[in-house]
């Protein structure tokens, strides 16, 4: 499956491949102060986690999309254009209109006239998570007739990019947790490769505005009071929560090829599973993993000395990170060498977890790798994680902007993982 179209909405005002590539080629950590336009810093106090009273959190650092920026701003989202009433568009989720943007802005990307889409069998495929954020914000804008509700039903934003654009393929909403939007593009290429549909809209959206979220992972210490990602690192303490969207175009790669597309990358094979059962629901499994990695490497039909590269999980706490690198040890162990080590990094040192979308920003990162031929630098890693076992394979967290070279000539191939919270 090719990806031949992307749209953007990341922290650091990051909304297309130029600036997204800007910000990892020059190491730029996208995180800032929470800005006085959102309600999540009503609630903030400077407490350790295990302090932290009712109604408190100790979030001060986020990724937000329009930090920096002197765009388009969410507010400002053009309801007409999108064929959305006025009395839709007050009470429109945020996370829907970024999806709608981005969207468009993706079929523009890869030369796609939305027109052309129209009486087709395109599929849409949309990765999003809870929607009670979006009922009190129904609720602070009045808005709770039924023309404004529907819009607060998980499924209503793929519905409506069907709407939009005339389609009459599959149209579906996942959410398994942080590896939703990966779930979805997963669902999407199984449906592409079985017929349902030529062409697949792909996507995944999550936005701060309240700060409830934060006050269960602050007392979790899930959530970093420092405010960032050090995945792998000794110092770890939990990820930075951040906000985004990012859309792909899928197309089958034959297709694609035929029809002289750009393609940014191909997709070899994809594999969805769960970690089974578990010391408890939220405790990631190495086993479980591992087994993932194994299957979806079966299906693209590479060995594990084919891949130069994982994007990895990595939100930054310390159990965590741990964890997956016992995954990965399971699955690579012998396959690399200390002159070819296996080179492993996160996205989210950048931005922070965007959650529901942060497989598809992995994805993202990658595709930019690959079309500059040059891994970025991982973030906040100075010493390395005391629980994270690196004699089972040569791994190396690259500190500086590395040249990706070909393996024995064959295409740069990369690894991306992307795990939920309840183990999906």
């Not at 149209?171 to 979805?184: I, L, W």
């Not at 965590?320 to 060498?337: L, P």
């Amino acid at each position: 499956i090719a990806i031949v179209g992307m749209g953007l909405r990341l922290p650091g005002a990051i909304n297309s491949d130029k600036t997204l590539w800007s910000a990892l080629v020059k190491g730029r950590n996208c995180v800032s102060a929470i800005p006085k336009d959102r309600k999540l810093h009503e609630s903030y106090v400077d407490k350790p986690s295990n302090e932290l009273n009712s109604g408190e959190h100790n979030v001060k650092r986020c990724g937000y999309y329009d930090s920096r920026s002197t765009g388009v701003k969410v507010s400002q989202f053009d309801a007409e254009f999108f064929n959305c009433l006025p009395e839709e568009a007050v009470g429109l989720d945020p996370k829907h209109r970024w999806i709608l943007e981005t969207s468009w802005e993706a079929l523009e990307n890869a030369g796609i006239s939305p027109d052309s889409l129209a009486n087709t069998n395109t599929g849409v495929f949309v990765g999003i998570g809870d929607q009670q954020e979006h009922a009190q914000f129904l609720k602070e804008c009045q808005k709770t007739r039924s023309v404004a509700h529907h819009n607060s039903n998980p499924s209503a934003i793929a519905g409506r990019l069907s709407y939009f654009y005339k389609l009459y393929g599959p149209s579906v909403t996942v959410d398994t947790a942080c590896s939703t939007g990966a779930t979805a593009l997963h669902t999407a290429c199984r449906s592409m490769l079985f017929g349902d549909c030529q062409l697949s809209i792909v996507t995944a959206a999550k936005y701060l505005f309240y700060p409830e979220e934060f006050e269960l992972t602050s007392k979790a210490r899930m959530t970093s009071p420092t405010g960032r990602c050090a995945t792998f690192d000794r110092d770890a303490d939990g990820y930075a929560p951040a906000e985004g969207c990012v859309t792909f175009i899928l197309k089958r790669l034959e297709e694609a090829e035929r029809d002289k597309d750009h393609i940014l990358g191909v997709i070899l094979g994809t594999s969805s599973g769960q970690s089974g059962f578990r010391q408890s629901i939220s405790v990631p499994s190495s086993d479980g993993q591992a087994r993932n990695i194994k299957r979806a490497m079966e299906v693209a039909g590479v060995k594990p000395s084919d891949i130069s590269y994982i994007e990895t999980h990595g939100t930054g706490t310390p159990y965590g990170d741990a964890i997956e690198i016992q995954g990965i040890n399971q699955v690579y162990a012998g396959s690399h060498t200390s002159d070819h080590p296996l080179i492993i990094g996160s996205v989210k040192t950048n931005i922070g977890h965007t959650a529901e979308t942060a497989g598809l920003a992995s994805i993202a990162k990658v595709l930019m790798a690959m079309k500059n031929k040059t891994i970025p630098r991982h973030l906040h890693f100075k010493h390395l994680n005391p629980e994270i076992d690196v004699k089972a394979v040569p791994l190396l967290i690259p500190t500086h902007n590395m040249k990706w070279e070909r393996v024995n000539g064959k295409p740069r191939t990369a690894l991306v993982s992307s795990y939920g919270l309840q183990g999906s």
